[in-house]
């Protein structure tokens, strides 16, 4: 067993034992809102916007990005579960600010080994083999931090699945400070009607 497996583990047997009350939370999230935000390690969501167990939904991807899983997940949130509010919530210092599609697709065909940052970018260490099933994927990555932002919850607010009356709304988080700054033209294009 590896140690990082041991460790979770017993977290978990931890857990368990004060686990209580928490075994009897209703399916449908408490507080009625869904969060879309960045699977980086630095934001604990439930910390960072007051939550506890049960209060809400919160959908995690590499950039927070409003991909077709993440919009499944949200319409799945509203239509079976009930919420009536999203947030979208990137973040400053984010690692997908770091590469384009184009870099992550020539690493990946070099090798499936982990890659590491240099002066002039991003360098393969591995030993391969690679693979080209990368150029298949969007990898969503982003140069302009607000931007994509804007661009997450305007895609949200015209999908067809996606109803008016939901406010989408739009900040970026700051890794250094925990502070949610809001981003002004997200929440105009995520208004509800």
């Known amino acids: 067993m590896s140690r990082i497996l041991e460790e979770v583990v017993s977290a978990n047997r931890k857990y368990v034992e004060g686990f ?3 075994g009897k939370l209703a399916l449908p999230p408490k507080r009625q809102f869904a969060i879309l935000t960045c699977m980086d390690a630095r934001i604990d969501p439930a910390k960072m916007a007051g939550l506890s167990e049960g209060d809400a ?4 991807n590499a950039g927070g990005r409003a ?33 384009d599609d184009g870099v992550m697709r020539e690493l990946l065909s070099k090798s499936l080994d982990t890659a590491r940052i240099a002066g002039n970018g991003w360098e393969d260490v591995g030993k391969g083999p690679g693979s080209e099933e990368g150029k298949y994927v969007n990898f969503l990555s982003f140069k302009d931090l607000e931007g994509s932002v804007v661009d997450d919850v305007k895609r949200i607010r015209r999908h067809p699945l996606v109803p008016a009356r939901i406010p989408v709304y739009g900040f970026v988080y700051d890794v250094k400070t ?10 105009k294009a995520g208004k509800a009607v």
């Not at 919009?71 to 990137?90: A, D």
């Open 178 to 187: 925990g502070k949610l700054v809001e981003v002004p033209d997200a929440m």
């Open 57 to 60: 939904h919160v959908i995690r």
């Open 67 to 99: 991909s077709d899983d993440a919009v499944r997940s949200l319409v799945i949130s509203y239509k079976l579960l009930g919420t009536k509010e999203w947030f979208v919530i990137h973040h400053s210092d984010c690692g997908m600010l770091l590469f």
């Open 20 to 22: 209580g009350e928490t």
